[in-house]
């Protein structure tokens, strides 16, 4: 059974930091690249960050640049986003994403809330 389970959200000052983890199960996570994504109230769903099967590479929206940063862990099948300098803006659910190199197979976590407030 794949599952996704992210951990980590919550409420968070602005300027603060906060550190989603991503525990992945029931599939061959290092052979999927990992994203995550996020939907704030009233919006579509967004790419924030995305990682290669092997780490090699990282892509992030121009909104989260020089502020986030993804990366995996393939021992411990595990993707981190650590988010630093958080913003009012940031506040939305944020979801980690698992595909296959030829976009064919994709699931998907629960999501966590992460609320960027003073």
């Known amino acids: 059974q794949v599952q996704l389970v992210e951990s980590g959200g919550g409420l968070v000052q602005p300027g603060g930091s906060l550190r989603l983890s991503c525990a992945a199960s029931g599939f061959s996570f290092s052979f999927y690249n990992m994203r995550w994504h996020r939907q704030a109230p009233g919006k579509e769903r967004e790419l924030v960050a995305s990682?290669?099967?092997?780490?090699?590479?990282?892509t992030y929206a121009d909104s989260v640049k020089g502020r986030f940063v993804i990366s995996r862990d393939n021992a411990k099948n595990t993707v981190l986003l650590q988010m630093n300098n958080l913003k009012p803006e940031d506040t939305a659910v944020y979801y980690c994403?698992?595909?296959?190199?030829?976009?064919?197979?994709?699931?998907w976590g629960q999501g966590t809330q992460v609320t960027v407030s003073s």
């Open positions: 990682i290669t099967s092997v780490g090699l590479s990282t």
């Open positions: 994403n698992a595909r296959d190199a030829a976009g064919r197979l994709d699931y």
